[in-house]
């Protein structure tokens, strides 16, 4: 049973730097991807980076690239993300979720972390 409990999350100024964590047990070297979603108030949860368990191949929105780093650790079961240069579009609850095949859609999310990036 894959469960993911995320950590890191705290109010930051604009400019910023933060690191979130997830922890994930369960995952196997056949998982085929983790990933980091965001939730912002009122709207549905987006998509934000991913890595291929296995490979380590990253995956990231338009909106972060550049300012966010994807890392996973496999022998730790562990998924980060950094997050340079903050803006205020970057608030929202983040999850990570797992990816269990190619095409398969994200699932087992975690409760969250919130991110408030403050102007």
């Known amino acids: 049973q894959v469960q993911l409990v995320e950590s890191g999350g705290r109010s930051v100024q604009v400019g910023d730097s933060l690191t979130l964590s997830c922890a994930a047990s369960?995952?196997?070297?056949?998982?085929?991807?983790l990933g980091w979603f965001r939730q912002a108030p009122g709207e549905e949860r987006k998509f934000v980076s991913a890595?291929?368990?296995?490979?380590?191949?990253?995956y990231y929105a338009n909106s972060v690239k550049g300012r966010f780093t994807v890392s996973r650790d496999v022998a730790k079961n562990t998924l980060a993300l950094q997050m340079n240069s903050l803006k205020p579009e970057d608030t929202g609850i983040y999850y990570c979720?797992?990816?269990?095949?190619?095409?398969?859609?994200?699932?087992?999310w975690g409760r969250g972390t919130q991110v408030t990036v403050i102007s």
């Open positions: 979720g797992v990816q269990t095949s190619v095409g398969e859609p994200y699932g087992f």
């Open positions: 369960g995952v196997t070297a056949s998982t085929f991807a």
């Open positions: 890595v291929r368990w296995s490979e380590g191949t990253p």
